[in-house]
Protein backbone atom coordinates (compact mmCIF):
# COMPACT_ATOMS: atom_id res chain seq x y z
CA UNK A 1 0.00 0.00 0.00
CA UNK A 2 1.01 3.56 -0.27
CA UNK A 3 0.29 6.29 1.34
CA UNK A 4 0.95 10.12 1.05
CA UNK A 5 3.88 9.93 3.58
CA UNK A 6 5.65 7.17 1.73
CA UNK A 7 5.27 9.99 -1.46
CA UNK A 8 6.95 12.26 1.19
CA UNK A 9 9.51 9.33 2.22
CA UNK A 10 10.30 8.60 -1.25
CA UNK A 11 11.05 12.34 -2.14
CA UNK A 12 13.73 12.76 0.12
CA UNK A 13 15.82 10.23 -1.64
CA UNK A 14 16.34 12.54 -4.28
CA UNK A 15 17.39 15.74 -5.44
CA UNK A 16 15.30 18.37 -6.40
CA UNK A 17 12.17 16.40 -6.10
CA UNK A 18 8.74 17.57 -8.86
CA UNK A 19 5.50 17.99 -7.46
CA UNK A 20 3.92 14.58 -8.22
CA UNK A 21 1.29 14.85 -10.79
CA UNK A 22 -2.55 14.45 -10.70
CA UNK A 23 -2.11 10.51 -11.51
CA UNK A 24 -0.28 10.22 -8.84
CA UNK A 25 -2.23 12.05 -6.63
CA UNK A 26 -5.10 9.71 -8.12
CA UNK A 27 -3.71 6.40 -7.53
CA UNK A 28 -2.51 7.38 -3.46
CA UNK A 29 -5.92 8.23 -2.71
CA UNK A 30 -6.98 4.82 -4.34
CA UNK A 31 -4.44 3.18 -2.30
CA UNK A 32 -4.98 4.57 0.92
CA UNK A 33 -8.74 3.23 0.60
CA UNK A 34 -6.97 -0.01 0.72
CA UNK A 35 -6.52 0.15 4.46
CA UNK A 36 -8.68 2.34 6.30
CA UNK A 37 -6.95 2.80 9.63
CA UNK A 38 -3.50 5.10 9.83
CA UNK A 39 -0.05 2.82 10.00
CA UNK A 40 3.33 2.13 9.71
CA UNK A 41 3.77 0.30 6.94
CA UNK A 42 6.96 -2.12 6.46
CA UNK A 43 9.11 -1.17 3.78
CA UNK A 44 10.98 -3.43 1.57
CA UNK A 45 14.37 -3.47 -0.91
CA UNK A 46 11.92 -3.92 -3.33
CA UNK A 47 9.57 -1.19 -2.81
CA UNK A 48 12.07 1.46 -3.88
CA UNK A 49 12.36 0.21 -7.06
CA UNK A 50 9.18 0.46 -7.85
CA UNK A 51 9.67 4.32 -8.18
CA UNK A 52 8.95 4.71 -11.62
CA UNK A 53 9.48 8.77 -12.46
CA UNK A 54 6.36 9.49 -14.98
CA UNK A 55 7.35 13.13 -15.58
CA UNK A 56 6.30 14.68 -12.92
CA UNK A 57 4.88 11.62 -11.37
CA UNK A 58 6.50 8.67 -8.72
CA UNK A 59 4.99 5.52 -7.97
CA UNK A 60 5.53 3.43 -5.00
CA UNK A 61 5.53 -0.27 -4.59
CA UNK A 62 5.24 -1.26 -0.80
CA UNK A 63 4.46 -5.04 0.35
CA UNK A 64 2.84 -5.61 3.62
CA UNK A 65 3.73 -9.19 4.83
CA UNK A 66 2.06 -10.68 7.74
CA UNK A 67 0.43 -14.08 8.84
CA UNK A 68 0.15 -17.20 7.13
CA UNK A 69 -1.59 -16.78 3.68
CA UNK A 70 -1.75 -19.16 0.64
CA UNK A 71 1.58 -21.32 0.09
CA UNK A 72 2.59 -21.39 -3.94
CA UNK A 73 3.16 -25.01 -5.72
CA UNK A 74 6.01 -26.78 -3.79
CA UNK A 75 6.59 -29.26 -7.04
CA UNK A 76 6.27 -25.94 -9.29
CA UNK A 77 9.44 -26.66 -12.10
CA UNK A 78 11.90 -23.91 -12.72
CA UNK A 79 12.71 -22.55 -15.94
CA UNK A 80 16.68 -22.80 -15.21
CA UNK A 81 17.81 -22.17 -18.93
CA UNK A 82 18.30 -18.64 -19.57
CA UNK A 83 17.62 -18.75 -22.77
CA UNK A 84 14.63 -20.17 -22.59
CA UNK A 85 13.29 -17.58 -20.10
CA UNK A 86 14.57 -14.86 -22.85
CA UNK A 87 12.37 -16.75 -25.47
CA UNK A 88 9.46 -16.02 -23.43
CA UNK A 89 10.54 -12.42 -22.95
CA UNK A 90 10.74 -11.57 -26.25
CA UNK A 91 8.10 -13.49 -27.18
CA UNK A 92 6.11 -10.98 -24.97
CA UNK A 93 8.15 -8.03 -26.63
CA UNK A 94 6.61 -8.98 -30.03
CA UNK A 95 3.35 -9.26 -28.81
CA UNK A 96 3.27 -6.13 -26.79
CA UNK A 97 4.62 -4.16 -29.53
CA UNK A 98 1.68 -5.49 -31.98
CA UNK A 99 -0.96 -3.50 -29.67
CA UNK A 100 -2.76 -0.42 -31.15
CA UNK A 101 -2.78 2.96 -28.98
CA UNK A 102 -6.69 4.07 -28.00
CA UNK A 103 -8.01 6.96 -26.04
CA UNK A 104 -7.37 5.58 -22.68
CA UNK A 105 -5.52 3.04 -20.56
CA UNK A 106 -7.46 1.05 -18.66
CA UNK A 107 -6.37 -1.07 -15.66
CA UNK A 108 -8.99 -3.32 -14.14
CA UNK A 109 -6.94 -4.72 -10.85
CA UNK A 110 -8.39 -6.74 -7.62
CA UNK A 111 -5.60 -6.96 -4.88
CA UNK A 112 -5.33 -7.54 -1.06
CA UNK A 113 -2.53 -5.30 -0.39
CA UNK A 114 -3.17 -6.16 3.50
CA UNK A 115 -2.82 -8.73 5.38
CA UNK A 116 -3.55 -10.27 9.06
CA UNK A 117 -2.69 -13.51 10.80
CA UNK A 118 -6.02 -14.92 12.80
CA UNK A 119 -5.50 -17.36 15.28
CA UNK A 120 -6.30 -20.55 13.91
CA UNK A 121 -3.80 -20.28 11.64
CA UNK A 122 -5.37 -18.52 8.95
CA UNK A 123 -4.72 -15.13 7.07
CA UNK A 124 -7.50 -12.67 7.12
CA UNK A 125 -7.40 -10.11 4.39
CA UNK A 126 -8.46 -6.60 3.14
CA UNK A 127 -9.63 -6.80 -0.46
CA UNK A 128 -10.56 -4.06 -2.65
CA UNK A 129 -11.49 -3.70 -7.19
CA UNK A 130 -9.94 -0.58 -9.33
CA UNK A 131 -10.64 0.35 -12.38
CA UNK A 132 -9.00 3.44 -13.40
CA UNK A 133 -8.96 5.12 -17.04
CA UNK A 134 -5.78 7.52 -17.63
CA UNK A 135 -5.95 9.15 -21.12
CA UNK A 136 -3.90 9.62 -23.87
CA UNK A 137 -4.52 13.12 -24.53
CA UNK A 138 -5.60 16.45 -21.93
CA UNK A 139 -8.34 16.83 -23.33
CA UNK A 140 -9.96 13.84 -21.80
CA UNK A 141 -10.39 13.38 -17.86
CA UNK A 142 -8.62 10.94 -15.91
CA UNK A 143 -10.72 8.77 -14.28
CA UNK A 144 -10.73 6.15 -11.35
CA UNK A 145 -12.93 3.85 -9.51
CA UNK A 146 -12.77 2.45 -6.89
CA UNK A 147 -14.25 0.37 -4.04
CA UNK A 148 -13.48 -2.10 -0.93
CA UNK A 149 -14.91 -5.81 -1.46
CA UNK A 150 -14.46 -6.26 2.31
CA UNK A 151 -12.49 -8.32 4.95
CA UNK A 152 -12.39 -12.40 5.12
CA UNK A 153 -10.60 -15.13 4.70
CA UNK A 154 -8.28 -14.90 1.92
CA UNK A 155 -8.07 -18.18 0.14
CA UNK A 156 -10.14 -21.35 0.18
CA UNK A 157 -7.61 -22.57 2.50
CA UNK A 158 -7.69 -20.06 4.57
CA UNK A 159 -11.78 -19.99 4.69
CA UNK A 160 -11.56 -23.77 5.25
CA UNK A 161 -9.35 -23.37 8.51
CA UNK A 162 -11.11 -20.41 9.41
CA UNK A 163 -14.82 -22.60 9.40
CA UNK A 164 -12.88 -24.98 11.83
CA UNK A 165 -12.16 -22.10 14.16
CA UNK A 166 -15.86 -21.41 14.42
CA UNK A 167 -16.76 -19.07 11.90
CA UNK A 168 -15.52 -16.18 13.81
CA UNK A 169 -16.97 -12.86 12.22
CA UNK A 170 -14.24 -10.10 14.19
CA UNK A 171 -10.38 -11.03 14.73
CA UNK A 172 -8.21 -9.49 17.55
CA UNK A 173 -4.93 -8.71 15.06
CA UNK A 174 -1.62 -7.12 14.91
CA UNK A 175 0.42 -6.40 11.73
CA UNK A 176 4.22 -5.96 11.27
CA UNK A 177 6.15 -3.23 12.41
CA UNK A 178 3.03 -2.00 14.50
CA UNK A 179 2.41 -2.38 18.01
CA UNK A 180 -0.81 -1.87 17.99
CA UNK A 181 -3.87 -4.90 18.03
CA UNK A 182 -7.04 -3.96 16.65
CA UNK A 183 -10.32 -5.20 15.78
CA UNK A 184 -10.92 -6.41 12.67
CA UNK A 185 -14.77 -7.41 11.53
CA UNK A 186 -16.11 -9.42 8.38
CA UNK A 187 -17.54 -7.30 5.90
CA UNK A 188 -18.34 -7.43 2.45
CA UNK A 189 -18.11 -5.02 -0.97
CA UNK A 190 -18.61 -1.53 -0.75
CA UNK A 191 -20.03 1.19 -2.99
CA UNK A 192 -17.96 2.35 -5.68
CA UNK A 193 -16.01 5.74 -5.18
CA UNK A 194 -15.37 8.07 -8.41
CA UNK A 195 -12.08 10.15 -8.60
CA UNK A 196 -11.93 12.44 -11.75
CA UNK A 197 -9.73 15.21 -12.67
CA UNK A 198 -9.93 17.26 -15.88
CA UNK A 199 -7.15 18.13 -18.14
CA UNK A 200 -6.35 21.30 -17.18
CA UNK A 201 -6.25 19.90 -13.44
CA UNK A 202 -3.50 17.89 -13.95
CA UNK A 203 -2.11 20.56 -16.68
CA UNK A 204 -1.67 22.96 -13.58
CA UNK A 205 -0.95 20.04 -11.29
CA UNK A 206 2.02 18.52 -13.46
CA UNK A 207 3.37 21.68 -15.15
CA UNK A 208 3.24 20.05 -18.16
CA UNK A 209 1.96 20.27 -21.87
CA UNK A 210 1.52 16.66 -22.16
CA UNK A 211 0.03 13.71 -19.94
CA UNK A 212 2.84 12.57 -17.55
CA UNK A 213 3.11 8.96 -19.70
CA UNK A 214 3.89 10.61 -22.30
CA UNK A 215 6.78 12.65 -20.61
CA UNK A 216 7.81 9.35 -19.20
CA UNK A 217 8.19 7.97 -23.23
CA UNK A 218 10.19 11.19 -23.88
CA UNK A 219 12.80 9.89 -21.17
CA UNK A 220 12.32 6.29 -21.87
CA UNK A 221 13.12 7.01 -25.87
CA UNK A 222 16.53 8.58 -25.42
CA UNK A 223 19.98 6.54 -25.17
CA UNK A 224 19.82 4.59 -21.97
CA UNK A 225 16.53 6.58 -20.91
CA UNK A 226 14.50 3.59 -20.37
CA UNK A 227 17.18 1.55 -17.76
CA UNK A 228 17.21 5.32 -15.62
CA UNK A 229 13.63 5.16 -15.80
CA UNK A 230 13.74 1.76 -14.42
CA UNK A 231 16.49 1.79 -12.23
CA UNK A 232 17.18 5.38 -10.92
CA UNK A 233 19.49 3.75 -8.04
CA UNK A 234 22.16 3.84 -10.93
CA UNK A 235 22.58 7.25 -10.95
CA UNK A 236 21.80 8.34 -7.05
CA UNK A 237 22.45 6.32 -4.34
CA UNK A 238 19.18 5.87 -2.38
CA UNK A 239 19.18 5.81 1.37
CA UNK A 240 16.29 5.14 4.16
CA UNK A 241 17.71 5.87 7.31
CA UNK A 242 20.79 6.32 6.58
CA UNK A 243 20.83 2.94 5.66
CA UNK A 244 22.22 1.89 1.95
CA UNK A 245 18.94 0.83 -0.16
CA UNK A 246 20.99 -2.59 -1.84
CA UNK A 247 19.27 -2.86 -5.26
CA UNK A 248 18.27 -6.70 -6.00
CA UNK A 249 16.02 -8.48 -8.79
CA UNK A 250 12.87 -8.02 -6.56
CA UNK A 251 13.54 -4.56 -7.08
CA UNK A 252 14.07 -4.61 -10.68
CA UNK A 253 10.70 -6.57 -11.40
CA UNK A 254 8.59 -4.51 -9.54
CA UNK A 255 9.92 -1.23 -10.97
CA UNK A 256 8.86 -3.27 -14.52
CA UNK A 257 5.76 -4.32 -13.63
CA UNK A 258 4.90 -0.65 -12.60
CA UNK A 259 5.73 0.31 -16.21
CA UNK A 260 4.03 -2.89 -18.06
CA UNK A 261 0.67 -2.27 -16.52
CA UNK A 262 1.10 1.62 -16.97
CA UNK A 263 -0.39 3.95 -19.93
CA UNK A 264 2.82 3.07 -22.14
CA UNK A 265 3.32 3.17 -25.52
CA UNK A 266 3.42 -0.39 -27.26
CA UNK A 267 7.27 0.35 -28.43
CA UNK A 268 8.21 1.30 -24.57
CA UNK A 269 6.16 -1.80 -23.03
CA UNK A 270 8.19 -3.83 -25.72
CA UNK A 271 11.44 -2.74 -24.33
CA UNK A 272 10.56 -3.40 -20.76
CA UNK A 273 10.24 -7.18 -21.89
CA UNK A 274 13.43 -7.05 -23.98
CA UNK A 275 15.26 -5.11 -21.05
CA UNK A 276 14.08 -7.96 -18.47
CA UNK A 277 15.70 -10.74 -20.66
CA UNK A 278 18.67 -9.33 -19.64
CA UNK A 279 18.56 -8.57 -16.29
CA UNK A 280 20.60 -11.14 -13.75
CA UNK A 281 18.91 -12.91 -11.27
CA UNK A 282 15.12 -13.52 -12.59
CA UNK A 283 14.39 -16.80 -13.31
CA UNK A 284 11.29 -18.13 -14.18
CA UNK A 285 8.61 -20.54 -12.40
CA UNK A 286 6.00 -22.12 -14.09
CA UNK A 287 2.72 -23.74 -12.98
CA UNK A 288 2.42 -20.93 -10.63
CA UNK A 289 -1.60 -19.24 -9.81
CA UNK A 290 -2.57 -15.67 -9.05
CA UNK A 291 -4.81 -14.53 -6.66
CA UNK A 292 -7.78 -15.33 -9.21
CA UNK A 293 -6.51 -19.19 -9.73
CA UNK A 294 -5.21 -18.53 -13.38
CA UNK A 295 -2.60 -20.78 -14.39
CA UNK A 296 0.65 -18.57 -15.49
CA UNK A 297 4.32 -18.01 -16.05
CA UNK A 298 6.25 -16.42 -12.95
CA UNK A 299 9.06 -14.07 -13.20
CA UNK A 300 10.76 -14.31 -10.20
CA UNK A 301 13.17 -12.12 -8.11
CA UNK A 302 14.17 -12.12 -4.89
CA UNK A 303 14.63 -9.11 -2.13
CA UNK A 304 15.50 -8.94 1.58
CA UNK A 305 13.57 -6.61 4.41
CA UNK A 306 15.25 -3.69 5.74
CA UNK A 307 15.28 -2.17 8.71
CA UNK A 308 17.34 -4.81 10.91
CA UNK A 309 15.16 -7.68 9.64
CA UNK A 310 16.26 -11.17 8.38
CA UNK A 311 13.55 -11.39 5.95
CA UNK A 312 13.77 -12.85 2.28
CA UNK A 313 10.86 -12.95 -0.25
CA UNK A 314 10.22 -13.58 -4.01
CA UNK A 315 8.50 -11.08 -5.85
CA UNK A 316 6.44 -13.25 -8.76
CA UNK A 317 5.09 -10.95 -11.61
CA UNK A 318 2.77 -13.71 -13.73
CA UNK A 319 2.49 -13.56 -17.03
CA UNK A 320 -0.23 -15.54 -19.11
CA UNK A 321 1.50 -18.08 -21.01
CA UNK A 322 -0.50 -17.89 -23.80
CA UNK A 323 -0.97 -14.44 -24.58
CA UNK A 324 2.02 -12.72 -22.57
CA UNK A 325 -0.29 -10.21 -20.54
CA UNK A 326 0.29 -9.57 -16.99
CA UNK A 327 -2.04 -11.37 -14.87
CA UNK A 328 -0.62 -9.95 -11.74
CA UNK A 329 2.07 -9.69 -8.76
CA UNK A 330 2.63 -11.23 -5.60
CA UNK A 331 5.08 -11.79 -2.93
CA UNK A 332 6.08 -15.03 -1.37
CA UNK A 333 7.94 -14.96 1.50
CA UNK A 334 10.82 -17.23 1.97
CA UNK A 335 12.64 -17.13 5.02
CA UNK A 336 10.42 -15.06 8.09
CA UNK A 337 12.35 -12.34 9.81
CA UNK A 338 12.15 -11.45 13.27
CA UNK A 339 10.25 -8.18 12.65
CA UNK A 340 7.54 -10.84 11.54
CA UNK A 341 6.33 -13.32 13.42
CA UNK A 342 3.91 -15.68 12.31
CA UNK A 343 4.97 -15.46 8.58
CA UNK A 344 5.71 -18.98 7.20
CA UNK A 345 8.02 -19.70 4.43
CA UNK A 346 6.06 -20.33 1.49
CA UNK A 347 3.23 -17.83 1.94
CA UNK A 348 1.52 -15.85 -0.38
CA UNK A 349 1.40 -12.63 1.77
CA UNK A 350 0.40 -9.63 -0.71
CA UNK A 351 -1.68 -10.23 -3.98
CA UNK A 352 -2.48 -8.76 -7.32
CA UNK A 353 -4.45 -9.14 -9.94
CA UNK A 354 -4.96 -7.51 -12.88
CA UNK A 355 -8.06 -8.12 -14.50
CA UNK A 356 -7.36 -6.24 -18.05
CA UNK A 357 -5.22 -3.72 -19.12
CA UNK A 358 -4.33 -2.27 -22.16
CA UNK A 359 -5.63 0.47 -24.60
CA UNK A 360 -9.12 1.44 -25.75
CA UNK A 361 -11.52 3.90 -27.45
CA UNK A 362 -14.24 3.29 -25.23
CA UNK A 363 -15.13 5.86 -22.67
CA UNK A 364 -15.60 5.55 -18.63
CA UNK A 365 -18.55 4.47 -18.14
CA UNK A 366 -19.93 5.07 -15.04
Same mark, same amino acid.
Given at each position: ?????????????????????????????????????????????????????????????????????????????????????????????????????????????????????????????????????? $?????? $??????? $??????????????????????????????? $????????????????????????????????????????????????????????????????????????????????????????????????????????????????????????????????????????????????????????????????????????????????????????????
Amino acid at each position: MTDLNELTHVRALFDDPPEPSAHTVATARRRMTEDDRPRRPWRSQAGLAGLVAAGAAVTVAVATMSGGGSKTPETAPTTGNKVGGNNILLAAAAQAEREKVGRYWRTRTVAEPVVYAASGGYVVARKSEGDEWV $PRSLAD $PLVSYNR $PLGIGPATDADQAAWREAGSPRTWRVRTADD $PRTITLTASGPGRWDTYRTSGAERKRMCKCEVEPWLEREKLASRPGGLERLLFPEREQRAKVGGRTVRIDPANRLLASYDLLTQAASPKVRAAVFRLLAGQPGIRLVEGVRDMRGRAGIALVGRGTTIGGASGVFDVQVILDPGTHQVLGRQYVVVTKGGRFPGVRPGAVVERRAVLSAGWTNESPHR
